[in-house]
């Protein structure tokens, strides 16, 4: 079992920046990928970014790239997602996700949610 546990979310002016983490704890050894998932008001949960935990090949959605940057550091366990001019169309519950293999639809482990809202 792998407990995630998200921070770093919060209230933001459009324009600024958020740094999200995930801290993994129990069996991290069998992390082969991690990745941020967010859901926003009456939408549906979409993927935003994941990473490869062992050699850190990067995928993103398209419609994040170039202001979302996904990272890991190994040795602390806990992935990264770093967000550049935020819009108030970011504000959505962030989620971690990691596991054997993190699809653009599922994971193997899921953390409680970190809650990002961008004010205009």
Known sequence: QVHLVESGGGLVQAGGSLRLSCLASGRTLSIYDMGWFRQAPGKEREFVASIRWSGGITYYADSVKGRFTISRDVAKNTGYLQIYSLKP???????????????????????QGTQVTVSS
């Open 89 to 111: 169309e970011d504000t959505a519950v962030y989620y971690c996700a990691a596991g054997s293999r993190v699809t653009t639809t599922q994971a193997d482990y899921w953390g």
